[in-house]
């Protein structure tokens, strides 16, 4: 089998904020930095995390996700999609207060993208630096949230009222932010991005967005909504161009969403060219891997590395499991990650930045040891 994705340890995450970036980020907040300010420091750290990625030896990168605060943000680059500035008296933290301000995105129109629209930066300005610095031989991945991401947030509790005024129907609602992907992934492609990744929010979503609340909300089961959000990816990535590599990345939780059997089968029957799974914190635990029966003649990334320990991760556990999922699919189709972010939406870690780098140095030496890479 030939691979699609020519390297086997993956970035699948956004990075720890770096203290550098943090302090600069609190600056912003209060009012001290300007927005010119804050990019510098970005920049900075970006092309610090590139460098270090080029002297472990990783063949792609990502900018970290150091120039976002959550991927809501890359919603309200999209025509007529902005945030709600909510009320916030009640509030007492200044986490909570965060995640009130990003409680809604407001439709005002129908939703289009054109990446030289006036009133909006560019989404792939941030990508466009990142190839500007990586160099060699090196390649640049772009990771957005999913096209389900959007239709959930938008259908969600706090945004479907006035969703609805735009968008009555499901379908007009499917059909817009299916073109609007389209124009997205095509932008990308002609700024030089072959590997772009499709992060899936949607089953790891909590309190009124839990997905079944938000599915009993619109009177549809989750299958069905499941349905529809295999049909929107598909009908995204019906124009992509085959030289470009595009995955889908799924949190561990929906794998428990309800029918595991039936939700694998419906989603992973999809046009993507790979899949990334989160496999939970269970690096000393087996793994059930059958949903990977699913995925036969595509790639797969393991999620294996924990995210959220500071421990050192146990090269032969890793290895062992990595074997394991080679029973059910050739082991030159799979590669190694971790699970997913290294940051929550508020921009909080569980881990320091040195462990993070530990774990990915540890992930680079598994990889020579299986793949000779």
């Given at each position: 089998?030939?691979?699609?994705?020519?390297?086997?340890?993956?970035?699948?995450?956004?990075?720890?904020?770096?203290?550098?970036?943090?302090?600069?980020?609190?600056?912003?907040?209060?009012?001290?930095?300007?927005?010119?300010?804050?990019?510098?420091?970005?920049?900075?750290?970006?092309?610090?995390?590139?460098?270090?990625?080029?002297?472990?030896?990783?063949?792609?990168?990502?900018?970290?996700?150091?120039?976002?605060?959550?991927?809501?943000?890359?919603?309200?680059?999209?025509?007529?999609?902005?945030?709600?500035?909510?009320?916030?008296?009640?509030?007492?933290?200044?986490?909570?207060?965060?995640?009130?301000?990003?409680?809604?995105?407001?439709?005002?129109?129908?939703?289009?993208?054109?990446?030289?629209?006036?009133?909006?930066?560019?989404?792939?300005?941030?990508?466009?630096?990142?190839?500007?610095?990586?160099?060699?031989?090196?390649?640049?991945?772009?990771?957005?949230?999913?096209?389900?991401?959007?239709?959930?947030?938008?259908?969600?509790?706090?945004?479907?009222?006035?969703?609805?005024?735009f968008y009555p129907d499901m379908d007009m609602l499917v059909h817009d932010i299916a073109r609007t992907y389209r124009k997205?992934?095509?932008?990308?492609?002609?700024?030089?991005?072959?590997?772009?990744?499709?992060?899936?929010?949607?089953?790891?979503?909590?309190?009124?967005?839990?997905?079944?609340?938000?599915?009993?909300?619109?009177?549809?089961?989750?299958?069905?909504?499941?349905?529809?959000?295999?049909?929107?990816?598909?009908?995204?990535?019906?124009?992509?161009?085959?030289?470009?590599?595009?995955?889908?990345?799924?949190?561990?939780?929906?794998?428990?969403?309800?029918?595991?059997?039936?939700?694998?089968?419906?989603?992973?029957?999809?046009?993507?060219?790979?899949?990334?799974?989160?496999?939970?914190?269970?690096?000393?635990?087996?793994?059930?891997?059958?949903?990977?029966?699913?995925?036969?003649?595509?790639?797969?990334?393991?999620?294996?590395?924990?995210?959220?320990?500071?421990?050192?991760?146990?090269?032969?556990?890793?290895?062992?499991?990595?074997?394991?999922?080679?029973?059910?699919?050739?082991?030159?189709?799979?590669?190694?990650?971790?699970?997913?972010?290294?940051?929550?939406?508020?921009?909080?870690?569980?881990?320091?930045?040195?462990?993070?780098?530990?774990?990915?140095?540890?992930?680079?030496?598994?990889?020579?040891?299986?793949?000779?890479?």
């Amino acid at each position: 089998m030939a691979r699609t994705i020519p390297f086997s340890v993956d970035i699948t995450g956004n990075f720890v904020y770096s203290e550098a970036l943090t302090g600069a980020r609190k600056l912003f907040q209060d009012g001290v930095w300007s927005a010119v300010k804050l990019q510098e420091i970005e920049d900075k750290e970006i092309f610090r995390i590139v460098e270090k990625c080029k002297e472990i030896g990783l063949k792609c990168v990502t900018d970290g996700d150091y120039s976002s605060s959550s991927y809501i943000d890359f919603f309200h680059h999209l025509e007529n999609i902005s945030k709600q500035e909510a009320e916030v008296e009640n509030v007492e933290t200044e986490e909570a207060k965060e995640r009130n301000e990003n409680s809604e995105s407001v439709v005002s129109g129908k939703i289009d993208f054109d990446n030289h629209f006036l009133s909006t930066p560019p989404v792939t300005q941030h990508f466009t630096y990142l190839t500007g610095i990586i160099g060699g031989d090196m390649y640049a991945k772009a990771l957005l949230p999913s096209p389900t991401t959007l239709l959930v947030e938008l259908i969600r509790p706090e945004n479907r009222h006035n969703t609805n005024r735009f968008y009555p129907d499901m379908d007009m609602l499917v059909h817009d932010i299916a073109r609007t992907y389209r124009k997205v992934l095509s932008e990308f492609y002609n700024m030089g991005c072959r590997f772009l990744q499709f992060s899936d929010y949607t089953w790891s979503l909590t309190g009124d967005s839990d997905i079944q609340k938000i599915s009993e909300a619109v009177n549809i089961d989750i299958l069905t909504l499941a349905a529809t959000a295999a049909r929107l990816n598909d009908a995204c990535l019906e124009q992509k161009p085959l030289d470009m590599c595009v995955s889908l990345q799924f949190d561990n939780r929906w794998w428990s969403a309800g029918d595991k059997e039936k939700l694998a089968e419906t989603l992973l029957a999809s046009r993507a060219d790979a899949f990334a799974f989160d496999f939970g914190n269970r690096e000393n635990e087996n793994i059930d891997f059958s949903l990977l029966n699913y995925c036969q003649g595509k790639e797969v990334i393991l999620g294996l590395v924990s995210t959220s320990s500071n421990q050192p991760i146990s090269a032969s556990n890793i290895i062992h499991h990595i074997e394991t999922a080679a029973r059910l699919l050739p082991l030159e189709s799979l590669h190694l990650s971790s699970q997913g972010n290294f940051r929550d939406a508020n921009g909080n870690s569980s881990i320091t930045e040195q462990a993070m780098w530990n774990k990915i140095v540890a992930m680079k030496n598994i990889a020579k040891t299986v793949w000779g890479e």
